[in-house]
């Protein structure tokens, strides 16, 4: 580990969205570490192209403890909008999870899910996911390791090219239903992120989130925000 990720870091990265030719949205993570603890933001928005077929929006957040094998997530929150401007927002912290469904109601306690956030362990694990459980907030889903491959990655001007390691997962969700992720990691300055994440969707063009390259590669800073605190 370098000194700058001993003390503090900060990280910005950008991701194109497409389903085939259409360009779908999107993401941007920001990375924060400080020591063994850690921050993770982000931000999801459909294109405009994409909203005329299916819209979803979302702000969230996680933070935890870096450990040996990757991120722990200790806390998160989700706050999402889709095509008719539903409004859902989760908290999921180290004491229990609580969800909003409606503006006008109030938080319900939900059972907390198991693993921890899916963001953290597809887009910033070390290495592959091999932890079996991840969530988003409100539901586990089975994430089991099929493959690990070493592979060349031909991005283009804008997009990561290089060596990487394709994970290729299994997915399966509370009503056992299944669906395939190949999660392409690579170092990024001084550290491992995904610069491909590729979900396999039936019926429908495969998912695939690529990194705008060049991204904001980790900093050193003086003071450290504040880490994400638990829902209260």
Avoid at 5 to 14: M, P, R
């Amino acid at each position: 580990m370098s000194a700058a990720w001993a003390e503090y870091s900060a990280a910005s990265y950008q991701y194109d969205a497409r389903m085939a030719f259409l360009k779908a949205g999107e993401l941007a993570l920001d990375l924060n570490r400080r020591g063994n603890q850690y921050e993770v933001a982000g931000q999801f928005q459909t294109s405009r192209a994409m909203s005329k077929y299916y819209s979803w929006n979302g702000i969230f957040a996680a933070t935890g403890r870096w450990e040996a094998h990757g991120p722990v997530t200790t806390a998160y929150m989700a706050r999402t909008t889709g095509k008719d401007e539903d409004l859902k927002i989760v908290l999921n912290t180290e004491t229990g999870a609580r969800l909003l469904e409606d503006p006008k109601g109030d938080f319900k306690s939900i059972d907390k899910p198991a693993g921890i956030d899916l963001i953290s362990a597809l887009f910033f694990s070390p290495s592959c996911y091999t932890g079996g459980v991840v969530h988003d907030g409100e539901d586990a889903y089975r994430l089991d390791l099929r493959s690990e491959q070493i592979r060349q990655m031909s991005g283009g001007g804008d997009y990561f090219q290089g060596e990487v390691t394709n994970c290729h997962y299994d997915v399966r969700d509370h009503k056992d239903r299944k669906r395939q992720i190949v999660v392409s990691l690579a170092e990024v300055g001084d550290t491992t992120v995904a610069v491909q994440v590729r979900a396999k969707v039936p019926v429908l063009p495969d998912a695939v989130f690529r990194l705008k390259m060049p991204s904001q590669a980790p900093a050193p800073r003086a003071t450290p925000p504040a880490l994400v605190a638990g829902g209260r």
